[in-house]
């Protein structure tokens, strides 16, 4: 019997984790169950535990992943200062965003079951978090991020609520100017204290 090497073990967790993140904002995590993950990553059950050691482990390591392809993806690749920050705003508060959340933020996705969440996800999740804030914080702030730390986490928190509300609505047009005000809001709160 062929023995798969260190690459092949990690490429197939890689797919997990990535397949179990599109997943999970698309359908909670509740929603989906072993056999679905597994099933989306083109493995069988058994393979699983080979990988993690419960579905919450999977949870916790999805998550974390997905905030940092967040960080890397949408923060870090936007341009520098106010313009960059712009970009942030609308893209977060965009219909494009609101009709795809498996390929959209956990955070509006994943929020309400997060904080139901064990410890470990939790902690994944704060973790994940304070590297987006920070990046947020970074273009708020460029010479003193730390100061801009609570401003970027409200934010964020605005942005995500925002959109978890807009997903809920069944008017579009409704919904539509939720986001547009929701990107006024936003850009307020990233004005606010600049005025002299």
């Known amino acids: 019997m062929a023995r798969y090497g260190k690459e092949h073990k990690s490429e197939?967790?890689?797919?997990?984790?990535?397949?179990?993140?599109?997943?999970?904002?698309?359908?909670?995590?509740?929603?989906?169950?072993?056999?679905t993950l597994m099933k989306d990553a083109g493995l069988t059950n058994g393979a699983f535990y080979a990988h993690f050691e419960s579905k919450n482990d999977l949870v916790a390591t999805a998550i974390a992943d997905q905030l940092k392809v967040q960080a890397e993806s949408v923060v870090a690749q936007a341009a520098p200062g106010r313009a960059g920050l712009e970009q942030i705003v609308r893209g977060y508060l965009s219909p494009q965003h609101r009709d795809s959340p498996g390929e959209g933020?956990?955070?509006?996705?994943?929020?309400?079951?997060?904080?139901?969440?064990?410890?470990?996800?939790?902690?994944?999740?704060?973790?994940g978090v304070l590297v987006l804030i920070e990046g947020i914080a970074a273009r708020m702030a460029p010479e003193d991020p730390s100061s801009a730390r609570v401003k970027a986490l409200a934010l964020l928190g605005m942005m995500a609520g925002t959109l978890q509300l807009s997903r809920a609505l069944t008017d579009n047009r409704l919904s539509d100017e939720l986001l547009?005000?929701?990107v006024n809001n936003a850009l307020a709160l990233l004005d606010a204290g600049q005025r002299v």
């Open 12 to 35: 197939t967790r890689r797919r997990i984790v990535e397949t179990a993140g599109r997943r999970f904002k698309q359908d909670g995590i509740d929603g989906s169950g072993v056999s």
């Open 180 to 182: 547009d005000q929701g």
């Open 105 to 127: 933020c956990p955070n509006a996705a994943l929020l309400d079951e997060i904080g139901r969440c064990a410890d470990a996800t939790k902690q994944a999740y704060t973790d």
